[in-house]
């Protein structure tokens, strides 16, 4: 069956921190990841998106990401988190035929304490 | 460039009453996507249009939920009649769905949402 699945349900850190958010994936075929965005009170925004090439990804606000194809994983991070970081992250993922659907997951809390 | 727009922004019904949300795609998408978020969970796929043509509608609860998108750009998705259960965030999302060397390429953008609750 297809699935995300991401590891920390609420994850709390302190301004200046490491971050890394665990995303795994069951999906047959090649795939097309994403990882959403939704701050308090705001839409859900990309934060970045991988299709094809390096697997390294960044994104904006200096976030990045790693598809791990043998591992099945696109594993978000930053290297320093800030109090404006505060959200809910979302992993998803799609097929490369437009007739695939898309997969969301559950979503991680991330609060960061000033 | 406006983004996806979406209305009303909440909704407070009765059980058993009908209800619509209406969704304006971003200009020149061709897919629009309808999805339901409950409270601490990811979006959860109702119905995907690619122009016209409902391409998915596996996860619609056809007996009491129904979408139109005529001429390929506005979308709504209606629910009669509504029970308890249906109070969630309805999102709308829009992408241009293109296919190239690397396969299906699209990203989607999503609105504001519709907050339903129903009593």
């Known amino acids: 069956a297809q699935s995300v699945s991401q590891h920390n349900h609420h994850v709390i850190l302190s301004e200046a921190a490491s971050l890394e958010l665990g995303c795994n994936y069951s999906?047959?075929?090649?795939?097309?990841l994403f990882w959403y965005v939704q701050y308090p009170g705001q839409h859900l925004q990309l934060l970045l998106k991988?299709?094809?090439?390096?697997?390294l990804v960044k994104g904006i606000k200096g976030f990045e990401a790693e598809f791990i194809k043998s591992k099945f994983s696109f594993n978000l991070r930053k290297p320093s988190v800030q109090w404006s970081d505060t959200a809910e992250y979302f992993c998803a993922v799609n097929g490369k035929t437009s007739y695939d659907k898309v997969i969301f997951g559950p979503g991680t809390s991330l609060s960061v304490i000033p | 460039e406006a983004g996806v727009v979406q209305s009303p922004r909440y909704k407070i019904i009765e059980k058993k009453q009908p209800v619509a949300f209406w969704c304006n795609p971003i200009?020149?998408?061709?897919?629009l996507y309808w999805y339901l978020q409950n409270l601490g969970q990811g979006p959860e796929l109702l119905i995907r249009?690619?122009?016209?043509?409902?391409?998915?509608d596996s996860q619609l609860p056809k007996d009491r939920f129904s979408a139109e998108r005529l001429k390929g750009v506005d979308s709504t998705l209606k629910i009669q009649p509504a029970e308890l259960g249906d109070s969630a965030v309805y999102l709308c999302?829009?992408?241009?769905?293109?296919?190239?060397?690397?396969?299906?390429?699209?990203?989607?953008?999503f609105g504001p949402g519709t907050r339903l609750t129903v009593l």
């Open positions: 200009s020149g998408h061709n897919t």
């Open positions: 991988y299709f094809s090439g390096d697997p």
């Open positions: 999906y047959g075929g090649t795939v097309n």
């Open positions: 249009y690619e122009n016209e043509e409902a391409v998915d």
């Open positions: 999302a829009s992408s241009f769905t293109g296919t190239g060397a690397s396969g299906r390429t699209d990203t989607q953008y």
